[in-house]
T-cell receptor, first 117, second 112 residues
């Protein structure tokens, strides 16, 4: 079946512009995660959605970052007034959400490579 | 602050040998530890999960150990093959937290 998909695959933007990154999780998965991976760095947790519960936003680095998940499916990560340090690969993952983040297997998308000039 | 270190940025070994990757952590008490494989331009793929009360977990040619006293996990690939070449990430989780902490990864190259 289809895996997690993300769009666009690459995004180049100018400093100060807003960008929206999209994630389509695997159908039926109730949990959705966003991560950021900078060059040579590990994945940095950004935000976690589980069903209709309030999202865990504890990883968002600043108030320029926000995310929403409409209808419990598709999610959009928005970065306002982009800065050069926002350049990274943004990865989305989804899981069944049955056993919690600790033991649920997360399925990752291919990521969106964001470059801020 | 919490810190995860993976033994080296890159590891090169001969095909057929056992590859051993190390994950050390400080200022953290994980209940679970996961290992992932990541190929260039792709998202990570889950490989194995080990719980704090488990000493060892195996899956085909893979073996993971978890020593909570040493605060270390070892990831072994036996009879390594060139197709095993990838970056391997370890990740730590607490039982009640959704925030997973990832290491920066070790790039493994298996030469024929």
């Amino acid at each position: 079946g289809a895996g997690v998909s993300q769009s666009p695959s690459n995004k180049v933007t100018e400093k100060g512009k807003d960008v929206e990154l999209r994630c389509d999780p695997i159908s039926g998965h109730t949990a959705l995660y966003w991560y950021r991976q900078s060059l040579g760095q590990g994945l940095e947790f950004l935000i976690y959605f589980q069903g209709n519960s309030a999202p865990d936003k504890s990883g968002l680095p600043s108030d320029r970052f926000s995310a929403e998940r409409t209808g419990g499916s598709v999610s959009t990560l928005t970065i306002q007034r982009t800065q050069q340090e926002d350049s990274a690969v943004y990865l989305c993952a989804s899981s069944w959400g049955t056993s919690g983040p600790s033991t649920d297997t997360q399925y990752f998308g291919p990521g969106t490579r964001l470059t801020v000039l | 602050s919490q810190k995860i270190e993976q033994n080296s940025e890159a590891l090169n070994i001969q095909e057929g040998k056992t590859a051993t990757l190390t994950c050390n952590y400080t200022n953290y008490s994980p209940a679970y530890l996961q290992w992932y494989r990541q190929d260039p331009g792709r998202g990570p793929v889950f490989l194995l999960l080990i719980r704090e009360n488990e000493k060892e977990k195996r899956k085909e040619r893979l073996k993971v150990t978890f020593d909570t006293t040493l605060k270390q996990s070892l990831f072994h690939i036996t009879a390594s093959q060139p197709a095993d070449s990838a970056t391997y990430l370890c990740a730590l989780l607490r039982s009640s937290a959704s925030k997973i902490i990832f290491g920066s990864g070790t790039r493994l190259s298996i030469r024929p």
